[in-house]
């Protein structure tokens, strides 16, 4: 009597189940993509792929830290005034305090980490809910650029240049090369950690989450820190980029991170999302605005765009989730 071995399950690829995952906005990219080149063949210059890929490498950054927010219910409104004081700051100490580059590089990413350190704390160990705590931050960090900058520019040295304008081997810019290395720790981080489960699990059902003995408290103040480092590392960039610290820096940069989330397939009622369709989403943005400059479209329609964007996609998740509730 010979006894069948059992039967195992196929490990998916995850190169496979990525792609399947991200089908619908992938074959829009490629449409998009498709339709600007007929109008400007230019488009696939490789300095111009370039140029878009440094451009939406602090709107994927920020994406990061906001899909997290998002999966556990929450929002950072904080994050654009973030970068602005994180940049506003690090420009001070370099320039009026000697400072060198590597001491006010950590400095300006500890200020993002404590603002968003608060901003965790208050929503912690209070009831208020995350849209009045980050937009009261988003006012007092705002407010902290003005304060730093007495409403001017400050100018850093040229050679700070070397973080948002270099090149790593001269061929790939370094705000990239920050963006992948995030995406790989964040998308680990989420995806095949502890902490990860427990963030879905808070998003999915904070109740069942509770009485399953997640640290709720622990972990929104985890989140919104990484939210507030991240936003510090875009400060820094800015920063770097400009070689100057202007309190309007990072203005209204924490809605296209909202965009990328929502664009990306993120459900606007938490416990879904990955990071990787962040980042595409984050991609269709950047590919979208370059087109649109290409062909000479005016920078208020862009906001039109994206405005849109962000209504359609919470409009399609809505309709996905109340065809799922009909068929339960």
């Not at 709107?59 to 994050?79: E, K, V």
């Amino acid at each position: 009597m010979s006894s069948q071995p059992p039967m195992t399950r196929k490990r998916k690829n995850p190169v496979w189940e990525y792609l399947g995952h991200n089908a619908g906005i992938l074959i829009g990219l490629l449409a998009m993509c498709a339709v600007i080149i007929v109008y400007q063949p230019n488009f696939l210059n490789s300095k111009n792929l370039l140029n878009i890929m440094r451009s939406i490498s602090m709107t994927g950054i920020l994406g990061f830290g906001m899909t997290m927010c998002i999966i556990i219910n929450g929002i950072d409104l904080s994050q654009g005034s973030v970068i602005g004081l994180s940049s506003c700051f690090c420009a001070w100490v370099i320039t009026n305090a000697g400072a060198p580059f590597w001491l006010a590089i950590l400095l300006s990413l500890c200020i993002g980490a404590l603002c968003g350190f608060i901003n965790g704390a208050l929503l912690a160990n209070t009831p208020m809910p995350p849209f009045i705590v980050t937009l009261a931050m988003m006012l007092i960090a705002r407010g902290g650029c003005y304060v730093i900058t007495r409403g001017n520019m400050i100018n850093v040295d040229s050679s700070f240049g070397f973080l948002g304008n270099g090149y790593l081997f001269g061929v790939i810019p370094n705000p990239v090369i920050i963006l992948l290395v995030l995406f790989v720790i964040m998308s680990l981080l989420l995806g095949k950690s502890k902490f990860g489960r427990n963030v879905y699990a808070i998003g999915g059902n904070i109740e069942a989450a509770r009485f399953s003995g997640i640290n709720i408290r622990n972990a929104t103040w985890i989140i919104y820190t990484i939210s507030g480092t991240l936003a510090g590392i875009c400060g820094v960039i800015s920063c770097s980029r400009i070689t100057t610290g202007q309190p309007t820096t990072g203005n209204a940069m924490e809605f296209d991170a909202v965009a990328a989330c929502y664009l990306g397939g993120i459900s606007y009622l938490g416990g879904e999302g990955r990071q990787g369709s962040t980042l595409i989403g984050a991609i269709v943005l950047g590919v979208l605005a370059n087109g649109m400059s290409m062909l000479q479209i005016p920078w208020y329609v862009q906001n039109i765009t994206k405005g849109l964007i962000i209504l359609l996609a919470v409009f399609f998740d809505v309709m996905r989730r109340n065809r799922a509730a009909r068929k339960i």
